[in-house]
Each structure stands twice: as C-alpha cells, then as structure tokens.
C-alpha cells in the first residue's frame, strides 16, 4: 500500500520562508506532486518531481529525494493570498496508475 | 480550452434518493478521476476511468456507488440510496496520461438531508 504524511497545520508570517515537508511510502513511485488548495476550491497544480532534486518555479521550489522518500515545498516572500493548504499527491503504480493525496498542510499566513 | 466542468456545483439530496454528479474532462483528456472530500480533511481517491473502462476502482464503496466514462458524453458518478455519510465535496480531475499533471474540475457539494 502507500502511506503519505505531511504536518496538519504551519503558521508563518508574511515575507517569510516557509518548508512544508512531505514523507511517503510506497512500492511503486513514479512521480510527486504539489498542489494548492484554497477553501472551498478546487485544488491547483504547483509542482512535478520525479528525479532527485530541486524543481523551482518563482517563489515556490519543491524538492525530492526518492532514497528517503521525503519531499519539500518551499515558499519564498510570503503572501497573505498563500493561506491555503498544500497538498502533497504520490503517482504509484503500484496496482495501477493512480495519484493518492496525503491530507494536506493548511498554511497560515500573518500579517 | 474549458477546463474541467463539473454539475452541478452544489446537489442537495434526501437519504434515500439518488446523486448524479458529471464531469466533463479538459478537451483532449482521456483520464478522470473522482476524488472525495470531507471538511478539513485531504482528497480521497475513489475510482480512475479512461474512455469506456474502469481501470481503478479500489477507493469506491462495492455498494450504491458506480462511476462511467462514456464513450461520448461527460463521466458520471452516481450514488444510490444515499445517506447522511455521503455528504461532501467530490472532485474529479482529468489528465492526458501518465506522469502528467491531474487538472481539477471546482467540485460537486452533496449535502443529504
């Protein structure tokens, strides 16, 4: 089977940098992603790790390291619009193609 | 491009009735999948479809729930019977394939009453 973890909740204030981290298990990888969610909307695409690594994208990077099964999202210069929760989502083959999604780090950003 | 539509937004059902829930992938997508949603909670796979086939269905209740993917015409998930239990946010997401990004649709809030 797989097994997602990510912290429940994370507060940080504007301008700040934030990680929120990602640890997983599974038989069958074949790829990460990070989305955000925002309440009550759908969730949308942040990120795409397969390889080891650091994957940036403007403010945000996320990073993989398939050995350790762990990964990173890193938000940079913090918005008050980056409230939300993020999602970490495992590609497995495992069975068959499929994304699980871990239950997700709801973000608090103060003023 | 439309991207993901789902309807309808929100389906207010008493227990015992039946839920439809559509969802029209992003042109060119071949790939859906339904997601279920409780309040602070994180996304639960349900089923993975492609056109005309059940591929995954591992995360679906053997009972009152079925989903399809017609070969014309949107994805449907329906729920029979339905029950207190069944409220919440279900997604469904498209893709092109594998190792590509899953874009969502906004959702279908079922509240049963």
């Known amino acids: 089977g797989q097994n997602i973890d990510q912290p429940t909740e994370m507060t ?43 994957e940036e994208k403007g403010r945000f990077s996320s990073f993989l390291s398939r050995s350790k099964g762990y990964s990173y999202l890193l938000l940079k210069e913090l918005q008050m619009k980056d409230s939300a929760s993020y999602l970490c989502a495992l590609v497995t083959t495992s069975g068959t193609y499929k994304y699980i999604f871990g239950t997700g780090t709801r973000l608090k950003v103060l003023a | 491009n439309a991207g993901v539509m789902q309807n309808p937004r929100h389906l207010v059902r008493r ?16 790939h859906v999948y339904w997601y279920r949603q409780l309040p602070e909670e994180g996304l639960k796979f349900m089923v993975y ?42 997604f469904c997401a498209s893709s092109t394939g594998e190792n590509t990004e899953a874009f969502f649709g906004q959702g279908t809030r079922l509240t049963v009453v």
């Open chain 1, 12 to 54: 940080a204030t504007e301008g700040a940098i934030v990680q929120i981290n990602c640890t997983y298990q599974t038989s069958g990888f074949n790829g990460l992603f990070w989305y955000q969610q925002h309440a009550g909307e759908a969730p949308t695409f942040l990120s795409y790790n397969v390889l080891d690594g650091l």
């Open chain 2, 15 to 30: 227990r015992g009735q039946e839920a439809r829930l559509r969802c029209s992938p992003m042109k060119g997508h071949s």
């Open chain 2, 49 to 90: 479809l492609q056109k005309e086939n059940i591929i995954d269905e591992s995360g679906m209740p053997k009972e009152r729930f079925s989903a399809e993917f017609p070969k014309e015409g949107p994805s449907i998930l329906r729920i029979q019977q339905v029950v207190r239990g069944d409220s919440a946010a279900y």
